[in-house]
Structures are given as structure tokens and as C-alpha cells.
């Protein structure tokens, strides 16, 4: 049964049988007090506010049975999926594999590297290790919605501005309809995550559609009600 859920620049109208959750990058390095995030001077309160609209988002999905995908952005020990332009970018000390608070920065099997506890992965929830700023690039990702039957995409994580906006993007253009959930993504800067939800609304919703859990939760509760 589809369901209309408030949204701009209009409501949107979603199945969740073909509708998947997918969750960026919500790893420790990036979100948890003394993780790498932290050590470049960023105030991680600005993204542990989307911890708690993720939860509440996350807990009505798995209700749902939707098909819930979780994201890392990393990279193999020997750096040989990292493009020397993305290694050799910034101080050397912060640089990719380069030893952080919590391991080598973002390299896949490194405390930083994983999803932080509260919104954990269960058994039957995939993760997708991606070399790249977006869900699609170097991954199976779209083989996975292609096989779901997968035609809606409600996305969030971080940040609002490069990892999600880069996965609405691609996800676009692959023919995907794509909803950023505003409370559930979030940005180190206020301006960013601001102007990147407007840019997916902007012109008709040239990218996608913007909402937040409270109505995607609302939309289904109205739905379990009649």
C-alpha cells in the first residue's frame, strides 16, 4: 500500500515494499567526541543531532521491513583503492592511513572506521564499504536495489553537503526517486547542511525531495491505524 508523506517541493507517495533506507557514513571517526572529526577542530555535536531522527527513523524501517542499507567510508589497508589525489590531500599527519585517535583514518577495520553503537547494524542489514564520497561509486550497491526491487531512496547520514548530497546525485540520475531526511543528516557547518537540502528541493526538486522522520514516522503510523 502506498502512503503520501509531507514533503517539498511536494508530498511524495511511497510503497515501502519498494522503498530503502540508506544510511551514510554514520561512523565513529566522523561523529564520536576524540575521533578524527574532532582532532580537525570540528564540533561533533553538529552531527550527533541526527543520531537520535536516525534512531527513531531507523526503529520504524525495521518495523516496516524495509531494506536497510548502511554505509562506511574507507579504504583497504594498502591504499590500493584510494586515488593518490584523495591520499595526498591535506596535512600528511591527517591524511588517509595516516595513524588517528582511533587507528589509521579511514581504513576499513579500524575502531574509527565502524558504525557508531546506536545505530548499530542488525543481522540481514547490509553495509557497503565505499572508497568514495558516494554510495554508488566502486560498489554493488545498485545491483542490491536492482535485485530489491528498489525504486525509492530515503537517505541520510553524513555529511549533509558531500557524502549524502553526492548519494541523492547519483541515485538521481540512475533513475532513483531520492528523499534527503533533513533531521537525520547533518553537517560540521550549519550553512552547508542548509543550502544542501535547498539545492535538492530547488526547481521542482531537480535532485529529490526533502522531508523529515517525524513525517515519514507519521505516514506510517496513519497507515498501521486504517
Known sequence: MATMVKA??????LDWRSTALIIIDMQRD????????????NDVSKLRRAIEPCQALLTAARRLGMMVIHTREGHRADLSDAHPAKVLRGKPSTRIGAEGPMGRILIRGEPGHDIIPELYPIAGEMVIDKPGK??????????ILTTGGISTLLVCGVT????????????????YRCVAVSDCCASYFDEFHETGLRMIKAQGGIFGWVTDSVAIIEAEQLEERT
Open 30 to 41: 566522523f561523529i564520536e567526541p576524540g575521533g578524527f572529526g574532532s582532532s580537525l577542530g
Open 8 to 13: 517539498e517541493p511536494e508530498p511524495i507517495e
Open 160 to 175: 549533509t553537503e558531500v557524502c549524502v548530497h553526492t548519494t541523492i546525485r547519483e541515485g538521481n540520475d540512475r533513475g
Open 134 to 143: 558516494g554510495a554508488f561509486y566502486q560498489t554493488d550497491l545498485e545491483l
